[in-house]
């Protein structure tokens, strides 16, 4: 499976941003699919997961509730849309598909997509 993360950008704080993550060369609906971002000079912590069919997802407590994950697997397409976007919030994001869960501890990536910039500033 290949997969190619689109949709960051620079955007000012308070503002929002839906980043894409579109697979192929495999059977997308097999996977849990999973956000992951990368600040500089830290490790790349789990953001987000939601399970094959999109029925059920799960979120960092630290999100507080700007963040929503989804996925169409007509598309074969997974979504992250970020809202009230904050400096802090500057990072390369990355999406994996993997499993067998989709929480911390129980996603395990398998396949990552190459990354997308996204700048939070004034």
């Known amino acids: 499976v290949q997969l190619q993360a689109s949709g960051g950008g620079l955007v000012q704080p308070g503002g929002s941003l839906r980043l894409s993550c579109t697979a192929s060369?495999?059977?997308?609906?097999?996977?849990?699919m999973g956000w992951f971002r990368q600040a500089p000079g830290k490790e790349r912590e789990f953001l987000a997961g939601?399970?094959?069919?999109?029925?059920?997802?799960y979120y960092e407590h630290s999100l507080q509730g700007r963040f929503a994950i989804s996925r169409d697997n007509g598309k074969n397409t997974a979504f992250l849309q970020m809202n009230s976007l904050e400096p802090e919030d500057t990072a390369v994001y990355y999406c994996?598909?993997?499993?067998?869960?989709?929480?911390?501890?129980?996603?395990?990536?398998?396949?990552w997509g190459q990354g997308t910039q996204v700048t939070v500033s004034s």
């Open positions: 994996a598909a993997g499993g067998p869960g989709f929480t911390r501890g129980t996603f395990t990536p398998t396949y």
């Open positions: 060369g495999g059977s997308f609906s097999s996977y849990a």
């Open positions: 939601i399970d094959w069919s999109g029925g059920s997802s």
